[in-house]
């Protein structure tokens, strides 16, 4: 009968949401914890252990079969669909067991092994030294997996929660502030360090708190409770208060006017008001280090968000083109069927301005157009224009020719990427079964990279494979260093000079799990996974800039630091009423954090098409978003489509009016350029959002937060976005009082501000409203 075997990773896979079976729970305890700890034991059929104090007192443990909770797929894999499917294979329980531990009441270093015996045997006692091998465990940290019956000893540190004297805290560069809550400051410390800090800020009655980067729940986060993290949630971000794209600074607008930030790419954690309504609460992992640093600002929205751009970097102004309608749909995936969407843009006269290309590559290295040709670089060297062949009945026959003809049109193209390698680690270069060209040069790309150096790492030297759901086990590159970046943006040089591509949708960059990886810079994982989408986007704008183009990436996931990169847009989300309102959510979030050019797949990218309602309100809307684009998910070219074009919409919902009022939105969103565009360089200039909320200006006016979906888009144009189904009449609220008036942009009629306006709303019209004083010049965008 063969032997069990036991696995434990005390830190599992570092999913930041969701516990792997073969973990240890908390990680790091504190002392009153409980504690599970999970092993995973294939051919067991009883799993004893022992768990030692830091006095030398053993006590015996009895596992139980299964896991110690349910699987979540859908929490595993962030998301709803086939991703959560994915994620579920992944996930056997059938051979995990488990214990929970009461809590431990004395501080100090503790010990705990497993020992597994099949045929009802239990080992319990027995010393099985010497006979333990080490797994080169995906998790790295201390990953042991027993060769037969035996698991090494782990240490188990379990900490306390002292006092300030525990470690540095700066504000400003001192250890006090007049925000700072006296004795709120602790430090979470054991034996091998200290790992978290918390502390309190005041609140005052009156204040409300945005920020926090791009957050789906709501734009005030008073009386939530959040964190920031990098991670990619499918669908869902508001329900679940996740996002793709965190930052530990928020502003505390409506009282004297002031921000803060946490200094630190590491996880942090925040309380909002929500155990103590004066007072926010923030917890920070340190990474062993007794010290942290906090930036506060006083002042205006414009005042707190220059010091911190001061910090983070500030942002850079982009063609006027990325102003244009972006269009895009997930099946589009040769030259036929993009030129296709681009002559019925151009049929029925609806101007189009970029057209984004996901399924152009064989997704393998993201580097090779499918259906494309060349002999193998077995050295994983780059390749060029000249060494590639193109298949005339392939899907891009002549791509050089395509673009050329869509820069004709003046329309630019941007190239999908993802920042992975698709090499799982299990197949060699010379295994003959695979043969096909492509994956033998992904293969020799991979062994490349490797011998680069360029590379995340595990702990013990190995590469890092992706632990996620999306290209589970693909390499991931390191981003980190200058020398790093070159090489992986080499591979794709080609596309930029000589087929003359104009910018790269730079997706995913969520996919570094683990605390203890290891990157060129000298980070750990705990400190540089946040880091990984900032670093893939200035990667990508360094190659297109070394070129000599703008540096237009199309971002969904990043960090403090994105600001000064490119472009982001939501991420991945259905088609409801809901996601729109959850998207607009973040859109004026990310805005206030310095995010400037920022959009959404309007009217959600997945799922059924949505009804005319729904998209009409969606893109009356996001003409006056900074980036107006559409796209739609891949759905295996069933019918009937799910392109997001406006015309397919007409034709499954049976409104063809829906090509009318979309074509008038575009034409509309032309005229409206040069004031985006002038609008943009003042944000960028001043540092005041380009797209704003009403508080941005007028945060005192309590009648704004109750309103928090209505927008500014520059200083002029005030847009009240119809979120609901079945409208008929809309209010908007007018800030400003008596000494600001507004111009309804569709009828012209003035109003005085500090009013609630009421106008009916077709499905032409979404209310917008112009400042007095800039009508004059706006009229003519709206009355051509």
């Not at 077995?378 to 003809?405: C, E, N, Q």
Request: charged share 25%; proline share 6%.
């Amino acid at each position: 009968m063969p032997q069990p075997q036991l696995v434990h990773r005390p830190a599992g896979d570092g999913h930041p949401y969701a516990a792997s079976p073969d973990q240890r729970v908390p990680y790091r305890p504190a002392v009153g914890d409980g504690i599970v700890l999970g092993v995973r034991a294939p051919g067991a059929d009883v799993v004893t252990g022992a768990l030692v104090s830091p006095s030398g007192r053993e006590t015996p443990l009895a596992l139980t079969r299964g896991p110690a909770d349910a699987t979540d797929a859908a929490a595993l894999a962030g998301g709803d669909g086939h991703l959560a499917a994915a994620q579920a294979a992944t996930a056997s329980t059938g051979d995990v067991w488990h214990v929970r531990l009461a809590a431990l009441g004395e501080p100090g270093t503790w010990r705990y092994r497993f020992e597994a015996a099949s045929g009802g045997e239990g080992h319990a006692g027995a010393d099985v030294a010497g006979e333990v091998g080490a797994v080169a465990g995906a998790a790295g940290d201390a990953a042991a997996e027993a060769s037969a019956v035996g698991t090494p000893w782990f240490d188990l540190p379990v900490g306390a929660w002292g006092d300030a004297a525990g470690g540095t805290l700066r504000v400003n560069g001192s250890a006090t502030h007049p925000r700072l809550v006296p004795d709120s400051v602790a430090w979470f410390t054991d034996d091998e360090g200290t790992w978290r800090v918390r502390l309190a800020l005041r609140l005052e009655p009156e204040e409300h708190v945005v920020g926090f980067g791009e957050r789906f729940e709501a734009v005030d986060l008073r009386g939530r409770e959040l964190d920031a993290v990098v991670f990619e949630q499918y669908k869902s971000q508001g329900v679940h208060a996740r996002t793709y794209l965190p930052m530990p600074f928020a502003h505390v607008i409506g009282g004297d006017g002031w921000g803060f930030h946490v200094r630190t790419s590491r996880r942090t954690w925040f309380d909002v008001g929500a155990s103590d309504p004066g007072l926010l609460w923030i917890e920070a992992a340190l990474g062993g280090a007794p010290e942290l640093d906090l930036d506060v600002w006083d002042g205006s929205v414009g005042d707190v968000l220059r010091g911190f751009l001061d910090v983070a970097g500030h942002p850079e102004e982009l063609p006027d083109w990325v102003l244009g309608l972006w269009a895009s749909g997930n099946e589009w995936n040769t030259a036929a069927l993009v030129t296709e969407q681009m002559d019925r843009h151009r049929d029925l006269d609806v101007p189009v301005d970029v057209v984004v290309v996901e399924a152009w590559s064989d997704e393998l290295g993201i580097t090779e157009l499918r259906d494309s040709r060349h002999e193998l670089h077995a050295d994983g060297s780059p390749r060029s224009l000249a060494d590639v062949t193109f298949d005339a009945d392939g899907a891009w026959p002549d791509p050089r020719a395509w673009i050329d003809d869509l820069h004709a049109r003046g329309v630019r193209v941007l190239l999908w990427q993802i920042p992975l390698l698709k090499t799982d680690g299990t197949i060699a270069l010379d295994e003959t079964p695979w043969t096909d060209e492509q994956t033998r040069q992904v293969l020799a790309d991979g062994a490349a990279l490797e011998r680069s150096g360029h590379v995340v790492r595990e702990a013990d030297g190995s590469a890092y494979r992706n632990r996620g759901w999306w290209f589970p086990r693909a390499l991931l590159p390191d981003l980190s260093t200058p020398e790093g970046r070159a090489h992986w943006t080499e591979y794709r040089r080609y596309l930029v000079e000589e087929l003359d591509i104009d910018g790269f949708k730079t997706d995913g960059g969520e996919h570094a799990w683990g605390d203890e990886l290891v990157y060129g810079d000298g980070r750990r994982g705990d400190e540089g996974n946040n880091l990984v989408p900032v670093n893939y986007a200035r990667a990508f704008g360094d190659l297109l800039r070394s070129a000599g183009k703008a540096p237009v990436t199309f971002s969904r996931s990043g960090f403090t630091g994105s600001q000064a990169h490119g472009v982001f847009w939501a991420g991945d989300e259905n088609s409801t009423w809901e996601a729109m309102r959850h998207s607009l959510n973040a859109g004026l979030t990310a805005s206030v954090c310095g995010i400037v050019y920022w959009g959404w797949d309007l009217a959600g990218f997945s799922g059924p098409v949505p009804d005319a309602e729904l998209y009409l309100r969606a893109v009356a809307m996001s003409a006056f978003l900074p980036v107006m684009q559409y796209h739609s998910e891949f759905n295996h070219h069933e019918l009937p489509l799910r392109d997001r074009t406006p015309w397919n919409v007409a034709e499954l919902s049976g409104v063809p009016e829906v090509v009318d009022v979309f074509r008038d939105y575009a034409h509309l969103r032309r005229r409206l350029r040069p004031y985006l565009a002038r609008s943009a360089r003042e944000a960028i200039e001043t540092s005041v959002p380009f797209l704003r909320g009403l508080w941005v200006d007028f945060g005192g006016e309590a009648e704004v937060w109750r309103r928090p979906a209505q927008f500014l888009i520059g200083p002029d144009v005030l847009v009240s976005p119809v979120t609901e189904p079945g409208a008929t009449r809309w209010e908007t609220y007018l800030p400003g009082g008596a000494g600001v008036r507004w111009r309804d942009a569709w009828t012209g009629e003035s109003y005085t501000g500090g009013s609630v306006v009421e106008r009916e709303v077709p499905l032409a019209v979404v209310p917008v409203y112009v400042r007095e004083e800039s009508w004059a010049e706006l009229a003519a965008v709206f009355h051509p």
